[in-house]
């Protein structure tokens, strides 16, 4: 992808769903494409969400995590956890989108 297009896509998935929340996943284990696709259908099967946005960020050949968006209702670690079967510890803490804008200023 070329970095020029970031801003069209970021514009783009950002209007798909009323992103509320986003947190991280990232257990002690390499996820798989088949294992997120599971563990996400999962998430997205949780009554209190509507919509999940995910992406996964290499760590090392050996390591990932992921990052997700969700449009939803008041939710937990623990749910998340719980719906993933996933320990609690590897879900990170729950933090509120504040702008849907893709920010291109750097703060020095």
Do not use: C
């Not at 992406?55 to 449009?71: G, Q, R, V």
């Amino acid at each position: 992808m070329n970095i020029n297009n970031i801003p069209k896509m970021i514009d783009s998935i950002s209007s798909l769903a009323n992103w509320s929340k986003t947190t991280f996943i990232r257990t002690f284990y390499k996820l798989k494409p088949h294992l997120i696709e599971r563990k996400i259908e999962k998430l997205s099967q949780h009554p209190n969400i509507d919509a999940v946005y995910v992406t996964s960020e290499t760590d090392n050949p050996k390591m990932n995590h992921l990052h997700i968006a969700i449009a939803g209702r008041k939710l937990t670690r623990e749910q998340i956890a719980d719906s993933m079967e996933i320990k609690t510890e590897a879900v990170g803490n729950i933090e509120i989108i504040k702008s849907k804008h893709y920010n291109t200023s750097v703060n020095n």
